[in-house]
């Protein structure tokens, strides 16, 4: 992954082109209906247990199956991986509910714990009718809509329960008192001169969540993240690809390359979705529009040459129901990085 990029690209407005210098393309890709698409998969629904016989050949466990496991395991990098750039710390190609191989050079060392369950296609049925809905829809409010369906499905199954808070409205400054000794308090807002909310934790915690549906759902969207990464864009590119950026459902790419616009049209265009292009864009195809696990271009005409580390930002916000009109500073790029190693260079991490 690189701290720093800089597209280089001749005959472009506003870019400086160095011909000394490698063609350099910058682009952001955003996977369409990556959580949704992993909710089509086999899911955890019963007969969870704990495998008591850890020797479990995870090469062996078919990739379509009615019995998944999620396993507590020791990995090991050899060190002839440690120099190679990566993308993110892989691990299997199936975590969660399946393993199909181990990837590239990466070696299970020992398995600490192991949960069995029964898993199938439950979740589907929704998911494809969300999906399908949204397709259909030509305004934005009912494509927000469908999508936000699945996107909250998954937000419930990994909502942090003991995050929640109890709040209770008193009148009286005896009870007010009273409430604010207990051990569970943990805030209060003045309303009004005779009106006063108490806020405190939960005295008693229902998990009532499925937080394993959650885990598998966010390691199967994982899983498409990392095979697109090695297996589609590592493949075609090799050396000449770097990460810049990264989240659960997107990355950003600097690439060598004559014309990132030719490689998706001749090479990578099964995987894009390039519908919200210019319809008079040589790459325009609604073939792939709003379809899962297909990868938008959101940058697909836009040249920056600019950047700030903090930036004004002015919103509206109501406080105890008085609309306020406020400015902050915030930090929008940071070079703070401890989760990799960084370079000599100050650019290359590991």
């Known amino acids: 992954m690189l701290l720093y990029a800089k597209a280089i690209i001749p005959n472009i407005r506003g870019l400086n082109y160095n011909q000394n210098k490698p063609i350099t393309w910058i682009t952001y890709l955003d996977c369409v209906h990556l959580y949704g698409k992993s909710m089509l998969t086999e899911l955890p629904f019963k007969d969870f247990e704990w495998v008591d016989y850890l020797d479990i050949d995870v090469l062996k466990i078919p990739d379509i199956s009615k019995v998944g496991y999620i396993l507590e395991v020791d990995i090991d990098y050899p060190k002839n991986l440690h120099k190679k750039p990566r993308f993110s710390i892989f691990t299997f190609k199936r975590m969660s509910s399946k393993f199909k191989t181990i990837a590239n050079g990466l070696k299970l060392v020992k398995i600490y714990r192991a949960i069995r ?16 809905t949204r397709v259909e829809v030509n305004n ?68 009532d969540k499925a937080i394993d549906v959650g885990f598998a759902i966010l390691d199967v969207s994982k899983t498409f993240m990392y095979d697109f990464h090695y297996n589609v864009m590592k493949k075609k590119y090799g050396d000449k690809i770097s990460s810049l950026y990264s989240d659960t459902d997107s990355m950003t790419y600097a690439i060598q390359t004559q014309n990132f616009f030719d490689d998706i049209k001749y090479n990578l265009s099964p995987i894009f979705d390039t519908s919200n292009y210019p319809k008079d864009h040589y790459c325009f195809s609604e073939i792939h529009k ?18 700030q580390t903090r ?17 902050v500073n915030k930090l929008v790029l940071s070079a703070n990085d401890d989760k990799r190693y960084i370079m000599n260079d100050g650019i290359n991490t590991l």
């Open 117 to 132: 369950f029964s898993q199938s296609k439950w979740m589907a049925p929704y998911i494809e009718l969300c999906i399908n």
């Open 140 to 207: 934005n409010f009912e494509k927000h809509f469908w999508k936000l369906l699945i996107s909250s499905v998954f937000g419930k199954y990994t909502e942090n329960v003991r995050a929640r808070t109890s709040l209770r409205l008193v009148s009286s400054t005896k009870k007010a008192s009273k409430l604010m000794m207990k051990t569970y308090f943990k805030d209060r807002t003045i309303c009004s001169e005779n009106l006063m909310a108490i806020h405190q934790h939960k005295e008693t915690i229902k998990f």
């Open 290 to 307: 709003n379809q899962p696990e297909i990868l938008n271009t959101y940058i697909n005409h836009i040249n920056v040459d600019d950047k």
């Open 311 to 327: 930036r004004d930002m002015h919103f509206i916000q109501s406080n105890k129901h008085v609309v306020h009109s406020k400015t």
